[in-house]
C-alpha cells in the first residue's frame, strides 16, 4: 500500500459545471476525512466518515457539496453547480480506529473554477 | 472553540541556523498536538506529534515540546538545511469523537544556501 491516493491531481472547470474527486485511502483505515485547503491558509475540516457512515459534516460543506463513502472503502466528493470560491486545494486523509493516531494526507486535488 | 495560531511567515534563513516557528493553541479537552510539513506540490507529511502535557515529539532533528502551562508547541530545529525549505503547520485534534483537525495557518520556511 503506497498511502491515500487522489484522483485527479488536477482539475480546470467552467463555472456551474459539476465536478466529483476520488480518494482511495490507506487500505486497513476506517476513517476518513476531506479537508479543503485555500491560498496560504491550512486545511479547513470538510466532513468525516466511520467506515461508510458520514458521522459529522462541516457548515463549509454547503447543499452543493455532497460526500459519499459507499462500502467503507473509497470515497466521492462532488460539488455541483461550482463556483469560483470552490477553487482550492481538496485534501483527503485517513486513521486507523485506534486512538492518538495520525491521520495520513493523499496529495490533494486541485480545483480550478474558470 | 479550538484553535490554533501559528507565526507568520515567510521565515528566511540561511543554512545551518537556529529555527523557531512559534505555535499556541486554545483548546477545550485534552489535546493532542501536531506538526505537519507540506513540500511544494505534495500532500501534508507528519513532521512529529505529542498526545500528552510535557511530551516532546522529535523526527528528522526538529523537536517540540507540549507545554500546558503556556498552551504551545513550539517547532525547533538547530541546524537547517536547505531541502527543510516548505510550510509548516501545526495542528490540533481533541480525542473525542471525530479526532478531527484544526490546523494553522501555516508558516513558509525558506532556507538559503
Known amino acids: 500500500d503506497t498511502g491515500v491516493s487522489q484522483n485527479p491531481r488536477h482539475k480546470i472547470t467552467k463555472r456551474g459545471q459539476n465536478v466529483t474527486f476520488r480518494c482511495d485511502p490507506i487500505?486497513?483505515?476506517?476513517?476518513l476525512y476531506w479537508y479543503r485547503q485555500t491560498l496560504g491558509q491550512g486545511p479547513e475540516f470538510l466532513t468525516y466518515?466511520?467506515?461508510?457512515?458520514?458521522?459529522?459534516k462541516s457548515r463549509l460543506l454547503s447543499d452543493r457539496f455532497s460526500a459519499e463513502r459507499p462500502k467503507g472503502s473509497f470515497s466521492t466528493l462532488e460539488i455541483q453547480r461550482t463556483e469560483q470560491g470552490d477553487s482550492a486545494m481538496y485534501l483527503c486523509?485517513?486513521?486507523?480506529?485506534?486512538?492518538?493516531?495520525?491521520?495520513?494526507f493523499g496529495q490533494g486535488t486541485r480545483l480550478t473554477v474558470v | 472553540g479550538n484553535s490554533v495560531t501559528q507565526m507568520e511567515g515567510p521565515v528566511t534563513l540561511s543554512e545551518e541556523a537556529f529555527l523557531t516557528i512559534n505555535c499556541t493553541y486554545t483548546?477545550?479537552?485534552?489535546?493532542?498536538l501536531f506538526w505537519y510539513v507540506q513540500y511544494p506540490g505534495e500532500g501534508l507529511q507528519l513532521l512529529l506529534k505529542?498526545?500528552?502535557?510535557?511530551d516532546k515529539g522529535s523526527n528528522k532533528g526538529f523537536e517540540a515540546t507540549y507545554r500546558k502551562e503556556t498552551t504551545s508547541f513550539h517547532l525547533e530545529k538547530g541546524s537547517v538545511q536547505v531541502s527543510d525549505s516548505a510550510v509548516y503547520f501545526c495542528?490540533?485534534?481533541?480525542?473525542?469523537?471525530?479526532?478531527?483537525?484544526?490546523f494553522g495557518t501555516g508558516t513558509r520556511l525558506k532556507v538559503l544556501a
Open positions: 486523509a485517513s486513521r486507523p480506529g485506534t486512538a492518538n493516531t495520525e491521520a495520513f
Open positions: 487500505s486497513e483505515h476506517n476513517r
Open positions: 466518515f466511520q467506515n461508510e457512515a458520514q458521522l459529522e
Open positions: 483548546a477545550t479537552g485534552y489535546p493532542s
Open positions: 505529542a498526545t500528552k502535557a510535557d
Open positions: 495542528a490540533l485534534n481533541v480525542g473525542s469523537g471525530t479526532y478531527k483537525y484544526i
